[in-house]
């Protein structure tokens, strides 16, 4: 009871100095609980929809990979005939069934040829008004449609884009293009995700989506009263005969929407989670400087407590009791905390397109355990070191003045630790950059990641003298006696500085190895872009989607071009000499494919490979399946015929601009696969006429304005939607990796006002004989620089390390140019001094109102 009074008095005493390392806390915990209840609610979100759209039970096409509707490379959903519904209806049990038709294959344009479809990544979907969807939507207004030239569409939608009823909206399908009036708008029950969704009348959907009004995508079977799900599936299968549909409860239907929504939500949680470890890290090297510091300050106090009879484990547990107290406080305002960053997430999120509602706010029992437990125990681990350092002084430490004599250099055991981990890391990173192959070079930089990282924190107090001594040259110098003060306040204390360093250090390390990988990405695709490729034109989705035949049509259509070739995906099942089967994609294309992507033949003739009956494959798969010029593969085509193809052509490896090189002419899959399954081109190379570059790519652009589902790129433009690509993800991961930044800048500021209080005396005494409060805060200010200018350059150092051995790896991958980005590197490095100087503002301004004469009377 007496060491739990005494850890409520010294927390509550110096409650001041705790703050900072208490935000440290709040923010890990916010970030990790603000993931978990963000991730939750967009799984109660998603769950509540698929309740509400799914059926009893459905029925649909047993080839069909994803959810029913999911348009396949054809452009057109798998379907089941249109007598299922009356054969489904007529299973015990069935109180009813209808057909529905949904198809995500689909592009949605105004009377000015913009998409209304949404920019969040979600689909559009375009199906049938049916009973069913009564349970999810409801209409708001003007009514559902009622022929070939109505359209309704959902409330959000039309909101964002200002659709109003009697407008004019197109679809684009792969059966082609059709107009119709906006004849009503309907509004979602439950929360929308982000879709964009349009209904005609069942005819209509057949027609334009399916090509024809014998099919259905889904058969929606209601159960009579009593007859539950699975009996009624049961049922159902018995009907139509076992194996030959889909057939799934609506828990199955669910579960199997949640699955497909999940990786991507797993992806999503997983990685923020990751940065709110790496900022946990980073709060850790603060926590430890924190009670560090104030256990050095409190050697006299702890040594009194030693004299009256306290015992070692008695001051070990009282400091004990105030990390966790800490803990508790900082993870009570990081879970409310980690509540507003979820609603905050969720209002980006709307922004960017995808609709959450703060209704489905899920926040469930076992977030703020987690958050408590990982606040409380982390700094409880943080704090144990210090605490046990406080355990050992001894009864003679009140004989001396308060603090502990200066550690002028880490320990050599310290020291030889620290070596051996950067030297092992060292080597990993070497076998990395010298690894034949990607897999076994990928286990080797996460060993050697962790192993440097770890070292040069072990090392940092031994590094401080060196890198602090040669930035002072440089920085401090120049500003005098104040300028080497400063200097030796910064090496006084080597571990204190190599701590503090050390977690600027991580976040920084991050930033600037993915600096070096992201530009050497862009340099390398640019640079094969430039050795590769032949093509004036490159038109493609953003989204994924194919491209229909009549934007292909237009696009042969538009003036000054020499050819167009098509390029197409095709699923395949390839058997090789060596007798294994493989389900592969191969590139079908026209044979001016040659011409637009440049492509060394290493044996035979490239045009040959594109003659009937004949293929290419590239080496890396001639020589995993000892295939050699001649050999015929027997090639089964995905819901078509099989084809022996004989290889014509063996090309180089080349995953940069093609990850499927194995060819083959689309006119020798159309011959062994039905014209219905066959699938749209996935891009379309073009060729300007010598002279006319200019010319067409203005009329190409031009012509293809009413399909702006689809983007025109020439050379340059490709190459900078690339560079932006890689820069918004880049953009993305910095922004998570600035939580670290920010833990690590309070670290630098909590370091600098307890040390302010360590040295009150002193800065008394130094006032007293002539310091003004301007070179006071000059210097305290100029310590707080050369600290950050210390952490920015491990950092920025171990992650250009990181970053060039990555680089290695990816080379073999065909990423083969290493760039190293100065400027950006630059930046950074001088802003780290910025955020010295800010670091320092407030701790500097402290220490300049200190009154002398007090300052100097303090123990």
Known sequence: MTVLKTSLRNFAAHKGRMVLSAVAVLLSVAFVCGTLVFTDTMNTTFDKLFAATGSDVTVSAKSSGGAAGDAPANGRPETVPASVVGEAAKARGAADAEGSIASTGVTVVDAKDKNVGPTSGAPTIAGNWTRNDERSMEISSGNAPRGPTEVMVDADTADKHGLELGEELRTITATGDFTAKISGIASFK???????????????????????????????????????????????????GAGTFKIQTQKESADAGREEVGSFLDVMKYAMLGFAGIALLVGIFLIVNTFSMLVAQRTREIGLMRAIGSSRKQINRSVLLEATLLGIVGSLLGIGAGVGLAVGLMELMGSMGMELSTEDLTVKTATPVIGMVLGVVVTVLAAYLPARRAGKVSPMAALRDAGTPADGKAGLIRGGIGLLLTGGGAVALYMTATADKASDGSMFLGVGVVLTLIGFVVIGPLLAGGLVRMLSVVVLRAFGPVGRMAERNALRNPRRTGATGAALMIGLALVACLSVVGSSMVASA??????????????????????????????????????????????????????????????????????????????????????????????????????????????????????????????????????????????????????????????LFAKAEDGKEEAAYTALKDAMKEYPQYAVRDQTDYKEELQNQIGQLLNIVYGLLALAIIVAVLGVVNTLALSVVERTREIGLMRAIGLSRRQLRRMIRLESVVIALFGALLGLGLGMGWGTTAQKLLALEGLGVLEIPWPTIITVFVGSAFVGLFAALVPAFRAGRMNVLTAIATD
């Open 190 to 240: 439950v929360t929308n995700p982000g879709a964009a969704i349009v209904y005609f009348d069942t005819e209509t959907a057949q027609r334009r989506l399916l090509g024809g009004t014998d099919a259905f995508t889904q058969i929606s079977v209601t159960a009579a009263d009593g007859v539950s799900d699975a009996q009624l599936k049961r049922n159902v299968g018995d009907a139509l």
């Open 526 to 683: 640019t640079d094969e872009l430039d050795k590769s490729v032949g093509a004036d034109f490159i038109v493609q989705s953003n989204t994924g989607q194919g491209i229909v035949p009549q934007a292909e049509k237009t696009m042969r259509g538009s003036s000054d071009l020499s050819h167009v070739t098509r390029y197409k995906l095709v699923d395949a099942k390839i058997t090789t000499p060596d007798g294994k089967t493989e389900s592969k994609e191969l590139s079908a294309a026209d044979p001016t494919y040659a011409k637009d992507l440049r492509r060394e033949t290493v044996e035979g003739d490239l045009a040959a490979a594109y003659g009937k009956d004949a293929m290419s494959v590239d080496t890396e798969y001639a020589k995993k399946h000892k295939v050699k010029l001649g050999d015929t593969l027997s090639v089964a085509f995905k819901g078509g015929d099989t084809a022996k193809l004989k290889v014509a052509a063996i090309t180089s490896a080349d995953v940069t601009v093609d990850m499927d090189s194995r060819y083959v002419n689309i006119s020798t899959v159309e011959r062994y696969l039905p014209a219905e399954r066959m699938p749209q081109s996935s891009m």
